[in-house]
Structures are given as C-alpha cells and as structure tokens.
T-cell receptor
C-alpha cells in the first residue's frame, strides 16, 4: 500500500537560513510525487512535482526538491527562507491506477523567526 | 485559480442529521476527490471519482457516500453525522496524471457536528 511519511511535525528556522523538509514514500511502482503548501485558512497550492526525468525539480517561490529512488525520498529545499514561507507543507504521492488517487503526508508546519 | 466551488463553506449540525457537501467545477476535469483535514492527520482521502457515475472509496470512507451525476458536480453525503466527522473538507480536481497531473483544491468546507 502507498504511504507518505513526513517525520518532522514542526520546524522553526530563521529568516534567511536554508530549509529542508523531509518526505519518504512507500509505493511499489514509479511514483508521482508532489509538494503542496497551505497558508492558514487557505486551500493547498502546488509547489512542484516529479513525474520522471531529472531528479532535481524546480518549483515556485524558489523551492526545489530532489527525488532519490534508493532512499524513497523526495525532500523539499530552499536556500534562503522568507517570512512569507511560514505555512504548512504537505508531501504527496499519486497512484497511476484507475482512480489516480493522491495520498498525503501528515504535514510539516514551518515557523520563520526574524 | 481553478474554478472549484464548495458549498456550504461553513455548517454546524447535530449528531444524527444528514449532511451534503457540494463540489462544483468549471474546468471539465475528469477526476474529483473529497478529502478531510484534521490536525495530526494531514489530508485523508474519503472518496474519489474518475468519471460520471464512476466513484470509489478512499482511506476513510466509512460513514460517507458520494455521487457524481454530472461531470461538474461531486456530492459528499454524511448519512447520519457524528462528532468524529467534525472536520474541514476539501474538494479537489485533476485532469489526471497523463496530463498535467496537478491537483487543484477548493477553499474547504468547515463542518461542526455537535
């Protein structure tokens, strides 16, 4: 069965510092992987996605993620965090079967301190 | 923004009453989903649809039913609401993984069951 693990429930970083959010997945076939961001009281917005090809993918707002098949990981990174990046971040894996289901991790809450 | 409208946006109801949440899309996307979001659990898939009258269960389908009689509408029904169904419910749509694969979210419906 497919699953997504985000081991860090909450992370605090200083503005301008680098960021890495961890994501591990479990899925038997080639994964479709996503990172979404949710600001307070809002819906979710796509940051980036990986389907195939280059394992380092670029997204919006200066985020990038690297797919590592050997580690079943898809970690999200940003070299310099801005106060506006404070939000909840969700990693997701999608299945390529009939329903194209998307399964989400439990999320990582990011706090940015000045 | 993707044309997704959820209604109602807020609802308070009593245990044992039926509740229907509506998701309406103007994008003509094939796939539609209902998720619930709870603290510590992230987003969990309730039901999904891969076409008109084609629906299936997700991770947490007990106590919920869905219907999709038109491409644009996906209804989620709680036949007899319980306090454990107090949650924020998100509808999402997708063209499918063979297209852009992106999942677009509605703004959410906050349901409180007293």
């Amino acid at each position: 069965a497919q699953s997504v693990t985000q081991p860090d429930i909450h992370i605090t970083v200083s503005e301008g510092a680098s960021l890495e959010l961890r994501c591990n997945y479990s899925y038997g076939a080639t994964p479709y992987l996503f990172w979404y961001v949710q600001s307070p009281g809002q819906g979710l917005q796509l940051l980036l996605k990986y389907f195939s090809g280059d394992t380092l993918v670029q997204g919006i707002k200066g985020f990038e993620a690297e797919f590592k098949r050997s580690q079943s990981s898809f970690n999200l990174r940003k070299p310099s965090v801005h106060w506006s990046d404070a939000a909840e971040y969700f990693c997701a894996v999608a299945t390529s079967n009939t329903g194209n289901q998307f399964y989400f991790g439990t999320g990582t809450s990011l706090t940015v301190i000045p | 923004d993707a044309g997704i409208t959820q209604s109602p946006r807020h609802k308070v109801t009593e245990t044992g009453t039926p509740v229907t949440l509506r998701c309406h899309q103007t994008e003509n996307h094939r796939y539609m989903y209902w998720y619930r979001q709870d603290p510590g659990h992230g987003l969990r898939l309730i039901h999904y649809s891969y076409g008109v009258k084609d629906t299936d269960k997700g991770e947490v389908s007990d106590g919920y039913s869905v219907s999709r009689s038109k491409t644009e509408d996906f209804l989620l029904t709680l036949e007899s609401a319980t306090s454990s169904q107090t949650s924020v419910y998100f509808c999402a749509i997708s063209e499918g993984l063979t297209n852009t694969g992106e999942l677009f979210f509605g703004e959410g419906s906050r349901l409180t069951v007293l």
